[in-house]
């Protein structure tokens, strides 16, 4: 009689401690999924940022054909922004992207009717749209990050994480060099 209450026990134990495995991967799964989403969502921000830089230039060259320097550097930029693979390549990519950018956009200081144009100034507000998207977007990843990171690390789950392979994710990060106090120069 009381080995078989002991079975039970057992069984009951077993039982508890498989199902608490199961969830505990399935929750899992469902946060680097989380994760895996919100880097598509930042993906598709980058792109239509990207769509919209050759017409960007496009209407630039057309005032400032003689600014060949500054065009072929945000060229340049965004052809390494496209090619760029994982949030730190990314990060480091897109930031020398909106710095080509900002010389780019000072220009129009110097060409009054740049300025005045109708397709520049358009251009200009859907990048700025697609900028406060891709702000948003990339906090979104780092909270998806953030909970899924948390979740391989925390006790008990970081045993079933470790034993089924789950390792943290990385964030999506300004540079180094880019964290310091701006400079501003008159």
């Known amino acids: 009689m009381i080995t078989l209450v002991v079975a039970g026990v057992v069984a009951v134990l077993l039982l508890l401690l498989i199902l608490f495995a199961v969830t505990t991967y399935n929750g899992l799964v469902r ?76 220009l129009s200081e110097a060409y009054p009717d740049l300025k005045a144009d109708r397709n520049f100034a358009a251009l200009q507000d859907e990048l700025a749209t697609s900028e406060n998207r891709i702000a948003y977007s990339r906090q979104y990843y780092n909270d998806a990050v953030l909970a899924y990171n948390n979740g391989i690390q925390t006790v008990p789950a970081n045993i079933v994480a470790g034993m089924t392979g789950f390792t943290a994710r990385v964030y999506f990060q300004t540079p180094g060099e880019e964290r310091g106090p701006v400079q501003v120069r008159f």
């Open 31 to 106: 946060r680097r999924g989380a994760v895996d989403n919100a880097w598509a969502q930042i993906d598709v921000q980058l792109k239509r940022r990207h769509d919209l830089i050759p017409n960007l230039v496009e209407t630039v060259k057309g005032y400032a054909a003689h600014e060949r320097q500054t065009l072929e550097a945000v060229i340049a930029a965004r052809h390494h922004a496209v090619a760029a693979q994982g949030p730190q390549d990314q990060a480091a990519a897109e930031n020398m992207l909106s710095g080509a950018l900002k010389n780019l956009f000072a």
